[in-house]
């Protein structure tokens, strides 16, 4: 098994190339003060997920990674409700949104709450 096979994995990939797609039609003038933020934000929930996998050996280090990715799923949520609320995005992408992110959220939290089953606190 790879990251790229765990659940949160994919579904944070897949929400992340949805807002990268989404986010094409912003305006201009949010290229770095939205644009960037949300995409550098859901990316790095994807990203977090891959590095705690390969930190699985160590258990503090694999929850840790977890805990950051979870923040960036968090934070992408904030950054979806500014762009709402700027109308760059219709009012239903946010609650799909977050509806996907609280199910990636509930998965990482699985993860942290059961590194062992990930292979986490063994040596590899």
Known sequence: ???????????????????????????????YSLTVQIRRSSRSVCSNIAESYHKRNCPRHFTSKLTDSDGENSETLVWLEFASAGKYIDKETPQSVEDENKEIGKLMNYMIVNPEKFGSGRAI
């Open 1 to 31: 098994m790879d990251y790229s096979d765990l659940l949160a994995y994919k579904k944070a990939f897949a929400i992340a190339m949805e807002i990268f797609e989404r986010s094409k039609n912003f305006p201009a003038e949010k290229k």
